[in-house]
């Protein structure tokens, strides 16, 4: 098979693996708890919708729907003190959600599989906080990188919704990477993966991942943009209701074809974030040792004077 061919399969397969329901619905039936984190999410974010929905709709039969600066005011008290905390609050929950959800679905499948549990968390160490902190500069550098590109005349938003699409992919597998293990010879014990090995795994099946993640970047560009129109936190109120979803369809999602050669798509931001840090580190480093010099020096002559005074 040819490797266009490859890539085409790859893709139809993310996409298709995106919008499959069924696991997801197989899971929540299995298991109340995940059932319960479902609704809890749906209901928190729903409420967001809903709400700024009837208050649009209200606003539309009002004389305050006139464009003025009493409506701007009005507009921007609803956006201060309901839009974004109740959107703010989603986001915190959100993190808790993703997690529990992400676990249920491991377990469960695990244990379909035959294994009791999953492995245990590792212990933190120098190497896992340094991945996480690369791991945090990396997306931010390339979540940075999509929004910008955006603005390029006629390429911007093509290249934006595949950076865009790469990213949602990342943050969806970030969890099952997190609970995969390697053998580390030098410490002879299972270790998290390193960030290394993940990014080479996500770059020789971006195919797979590209395909995955557009699904849900081109439906929130439909609800932005599309029929329905409608404003960003509403929007983005449905679309983390989607992302929970996806982070549980990543649980059994099998990413393939591993294609022969890969795409550099997070390399350059996890070389250029490598870069940034090696000379922050150098500078820091020659900083603390002018520092001691300056002291040496400071405190040579009161030894030489002792000295001769002795």
């Given at each position: 098979m040819t490797q266009s061919f490859l890539i085409l399969q790859g893709m139809l397969l993310g996409a298709?693996?995106?919008v499959n329901l069924l696991p997801f619905v197989l899971y929540c039936i299995q298991s109340p708890k995940m059932l319960r984190t479902v609704r809890d999410c749906v209901l928190f974010n729903g409420v967001l919708f809903v709400s700024l929905?009837?208050?649009t709709s209200i606003l539309y039969l009002l004389p305050i729907n006139n464009s003025g600066i009493v409506a701007e005011m009005f507009y921007s008290l609803?956006?201060?003190?309901?839009?974004?905390?109740?959107?703010?609050?989603?986001?915190?929950?959100?993190?808790?959600?993703?997690?529990?959800?992400?676990?249920?679905?491991?377990?469960?499948?695990?244990?379909?599989?035959?294994?009791?549990?999953?492995?245990?968390?590792?212990?933190?160490s120098f190497d896992l906080?340094?991945?996480?902190i690369y791991k945090f500069l990396v997306t931010a550098l390339y979540g940075l990188i999509a929004a910008v590109v955006a603005f390029v005349p006629v390429v911007g938003e093509p290249i934006s919704f595949v950076l865009s699409a790469f990213l949602h992919a990342w943050y969806c597998f970030d969890y099952r990477f997190a609970d995969q293990r390697q053998y580390d010879p030098t410490r002879r014990a299972q270790t998290a993966l390193r960030l290394t090995a993940v990014v080479d795994v996500f770059e020789h099946r971006w195919a797979y991942f590209l395909g995955f993640g557009s699904t849900h970047i081109a439906i929130r560009l439909f609800l932005l943009q599309g029929y329905f129109g409608l404003s960003l936190f509403p929007a983005l109120a449905i679309c983390s209701t989607m992302y929970a979803l996806n982070v549980v369809m990543a649980v059994d999602a099998r990413p393939l074809p591993v294609l022969p050669s890969k795409l550099p798509v997070f390399s350059f931001a996890y070389y250029h974030v490598a870069q940034f840090a090696g000379k922050w580190i150098t500078s820091r480093r020659s900083q603390r040792q002018k520092t001691?010099?300056?002291?040496?020096?400071?405190?040579?002559?009161?030894?030489?004077?002792?000295?001769?005074d002795e």
């Open positions: 298709t693996e995106s929905w009837v208050i609803l956006s201060a003190f309901w839009v974004l905390p109740v959107y703010l609050g989603s986001q915190l929950l959100g993190l808790g959600w993703y997690q529990d959800l992400h676990r249920t679905a491991s377990s469960l499948r695990h244990k379909s599989m035959g294994v009791a549990e999953l492995p245990p968390p590792v212990p933190p906080i340094s991945d996480n001691n010099d300056e002291n040496e020096s400071h405190s040579s002559p009161v030894t030489s004077a002792e000295e001769k």
